[in-house]
């Protein structure tokens, strides 16, 4: 019993190295962005900051360059994350199945697309989306007779640039539902079959509120990733052609290391991160709590 509560008493003690480490880590990079945000300043020109107050986010937000990225981010998160949430879906299901055989072959190829790394899949498909000898043209001319410029056409830019993306992530959002269908407690849905529950009720009431956790969860890590995206459309397109696929990431790369406004580059970085934060306190008002979940 004392050792017990000697434990219990020293494991913050034990802990406090590490959280000041991590506090700090954090902290102080967010709060010398945050500084910089209220100033005109230059890294590059040597010219003295000026402090301006709100002015950079002000001039941000009645930026229509600003907007323009922010619907072109926005229809990427929600067109990507729902395709992966469909995939995904789709996949758990399969492979919870016991009808399906030789899922221990086909799982580890089946989550080897997240386990590349996003430049690397950008120059893959940048490759595969070539007109001249990338093999995806080279069967569009095959069997359609036509070559279609996917990185070099703005009304195919941005499904080539989504579509790499879909292809990554879907596995995760596979592997999370899986994840949430094995822990569907058995004697519930032996329960649901001697009822003889539809699919549909089955779902709703057993598998539904078993899985929404995890699978939310899933949701919220996938809308953060694809609203900072930025290694995959870099390596891609640039953000061309035309901007077309010109997300905020890249708007505040732009500003940071090409144009060097290092003051409202960090007053886009404080805007993103408010919209993350947005993003994660939505899930945790999704995310039931303890007593309430449906069963």
Not at 8 to 23: G, S
């Amino acid at each position: 019993m004392r050792r017990e509560t000697y434990l219990t008493q020293w494991r913050w003690r034990f802990l406090l190295p590490v959280l000041v480490f991590m506090v700090a880590w954090n902290l102080v990079p967010l709060l010398w962005v945050l500084g910089m945000s209220f100033y005109k300043l230059n890294l590059v020109s040597g010219i003295p900051p000026r402090y301006l107050g709100l002015n950079n986010y002000l001039s941000l937000l009645n930026d229509r360059y600003f907007w323009d990225r922010f619907r072109i981010t926005f229809s990427y998160v929600l067109i990507a994350v729902f395709l992966e949430i469909v995939i995904g879906f789709a996949l758990g299901f399969l492979f919870n199945s016991q009808d399906v055989r030789g899922k221990k072959i086909m799982l580890p190829i089946l989550f080897a697309p997240m386990m590349i790394a996003p430049v690397a899949s950008g120059v893959f498909f940048r490759f595969m989306y070539d007109p001249h000898w990338g093999i995806i043209n080279y069967f569009l001319r095959k069997f359609f007779g036509i070559t279609i410029q996917f990185l070099e056409e703005a009304r195919w830019a941005f499904p080539a640039v989504l579509a790499v993306d879909v292809w990554m992530w879907s596995p995760f959002m596979a592997l999370m539902c899986l994840a949430g269908l094995q822990a569907v407690p058995t004697h519930l849905l032996e329960a649901a079959e001697i009822d003889r529950l539809s699919w549909w009720l089955r779902f709703r009431h057993v598998v539904f509120p078993a899985i929404r956790p995890v699978f939310t969860l899933g949701i919220l890590l996938r809308t953060i990733d694809a609203f900072k995206t930025f290694d995959t459309i870099f390596v891609m397109t640039g953000g061309g052609p035309g901007n077309t696929t010109e997300v905020l990431s890249m708007s505040l790369y732009r500003m940071a290391f090409i144009f060097f406004n290092t003051g409202k580059a960090s007053s886009l970085a404080i805007v993103m991160l408010f919209i993350s934060i947005a993003f994660t306190s939505i899930y945790l008002m999704l995310i039931p709590k303890q007593g309430e979940r449906e069963v």
